[in-house]
């Protein structure tokens, strides 16, 4: 079973709505990203979480939120989606410390909004 | 800002060939610097990892060079085969901010028999 997990892998939805993606992941890793990646933009951070109790946001959150309900999910929430929230979506993981570690994606999740 | 440039032609070369990939970045002191390797459809997967006081970093057929003078990372592979085919992200984390990548948009590899 693959380590970071994503659900739905695509979702196409209208104008307004609210969506909400979900990561799941048994690696154990304290911390947990959400990303949105576009054309020719690369990979942006929406927000990320050290551990459960604790949120931030990133480069791009307006229009998301999130929720950390255990150490192994982590929700991102678009509250009234919008045609410009149209974008490839990861789930990340990564271990605690004060240096460099690597991050572990999930498959993604292709979010068309109409 | 800060900003972290790819080259977003796609490079082509023959299998057997050495690929070179550029990053280049601005306004940054980067403590730490990541090479990633992304196929169609996928989540991006890491590679290589290069801290500032290094020069240089291997990993069988990879290498990465690390020039905080130029702010430049290049990234190698040698003896490349169609199954290198991907596009390539290198991202990096910057001095306090711990385990928070900035990723550059990407370079496309196409290895041709």
């Known amino acids: 079973d693959a380590d970071v997990t994503q659900t739905p892998r695509n979702r196409i939805t209208k104008t307004g709505k609210r969506i909400m993606l979900e990561c799941s992941q048994t690696?154990?890793?304290?911390?947990m990203y959400w990303y949105r990646q576009d054309p020719g933009l690369g990979l942006r951070l929406i927000y990320y979480s050290f551990d459960v109790k604790d949120i931030n946001k990133g480069e791009i959150s307006d229009g998301y939120s999130v929720s950390r309900q255990a150490q192994a999910k982590f929700s991102l929430s678009l509250e009234s989606a919008i045609p410009n929230q149209t974008a490839l979506y990861f789930c990340?993981?990564?271990?605690?410390?004060?240096?460099?570690?690597?991050?572990?994606f999930g498959p993604g999740t292709r979010l068309t909004v109409l | 800002s800060q900003k972290i440039e790819q080259n977003s032609e796609a490079l082509n070369i023959q299998e057997g060939k050495t690929a070179t990939l550029t990053c280049n970045y601005t306004?940054?002191?980067?403590?730490?610097l990541q090479w990633y390797r992304q196929d169609p459809g996928r989540g991006p997967v890491f590679l290589l990892l290069?801290?500032?006081?290094?020069k240089e970093k291997r990993k069988e057929r990879l290498k990465v060079t690390f020039d905080t003078t130029l702010k430049q990372s290049l990234f190698h592979i040698t003896a490349s085969q169609p199954a290198d085919s991907a596009t390539y992200l290198c991202a990096l984390e910057w001095s306090g901010g711990y385990n928070k990548l900035i990723f550059g948009a990407g370079t496309r590899l196409a290895v041709h028999p």
């Open positions: 306004n940054y002191s980067p403590a730490y």
């Open positions: 290069i801290r500032e006081n290094e």
């Open positions: 990340a993981t990564g271990t605690s410390g004060s240096f460099a570690d690597t991050q572990y």
């Open positions: 690696k154990g890793h304290d911390r």
